[in-house]
């Protein structure tokens, strides 16, 4: 009831995930953050960088096993929350949508930065970010760091108030490592062919995989 309830998008585990293709990532760490001890001291985790790299992979994974040690999980896309709280404002509902994502003992938010937000849907961010403060466990990943995190809230000043509560006690794992997407492509030529058709590599010049993606 618990996996169908936190709204997983698919079902990712730990056992699925290839540390040794992400030598940034800290094995003994994740399995640890899977235990879900950091919910309980109400602590955040954000798993930040390029798109591909298992971001999503380990947040479904550590949401899952959260659920395994008997806590509540919740997961979400930015671009879903931020449209649900712009709604539920608009209607005269927002307490309600804020209860509904404060309810959970963990919060996961997916792609947060993909889009910049617009300033009204940062002040409600906001106003999550601090309901939840030390009261549960927050899960965030991203493909920008943190110090960009003002161009994502459109907002310096919003968006150091919610850095401000969600690094205060927090776990920041900055991935490093090629795309799994990117990987899969190369290895089987299918890369190498796709940029052999780009501008770019017809001029002589290199593409960029990132941009190629």
Same mark, same amino acid.
């Given at each position: ?5 936190? @709204? ?45 790299? +298992? @971001? ?26 931020? $449209?649900?709280?712009? @709604? $539920? ?20 938010? &997916? ?9 009204? $849907? ?13 009261? +549960? ?17 459109? &907002? ?7 850095? &401000? ?29 796709? $940029? ?18």
């Amino acid at each position: 009831m618990g996996l169908k309830l936190a @709204k997983f998008p698919a079902v990712r585990e730990l056992s699925g995930f290839d540390f040794g293709a992400q030598p940034s990532v800290n094995e003994e760490q994740i399995r640890d953050l899977a235990t879900g001890r950091f919910i309980a001291h109400g602590e955040s985790v954000l798993f930040l960088r390029p798109p591909g790299v +298992g @971001k999503t992979h380990l947040a479904v994974a550590v949401g899952r096993g959260a659920i395994l040690s008997g806590y509540t999980v919740l997961f979400t896309t930015a671009a879903a929350l931020v $449209a649900n709280l712009a @709604k $539920a404002h608009l209607t005269g509902r927002l307490e309600d949508q804020l209860i509904h994502y404060t309810k959970p003992k963990l919060l996961i938010v &997916d792609e947060l930065g993909y889009l910049p937000l617009e300033e009204d $849907a940062a002040h409600l961010f906001f106003q999550l970010v601090n309901r939840r403060y030390e009261r +549960g466990g927050f899960l965030a990943t991203s493909n920008r760091p943190v110090a960009e995190w003002g161009r994502v809230f459109g &907002d310096a000043v919003v968006a150091t108030a919610i850095l &401000d509560r969600m690094l205060h006690h927090s776990h920041v794992i900055t991935i490093r490592g090629e795309s799994y997407r990117l990987r899969e492509k190369r290895r089987s030529g299918l890369f190498n062919s796709f $940029a052999s058709l780009l501008p770019s590599a017809a001029a002589g010049s290199q593409p960029n995989p990132e941009e190629a993606a």
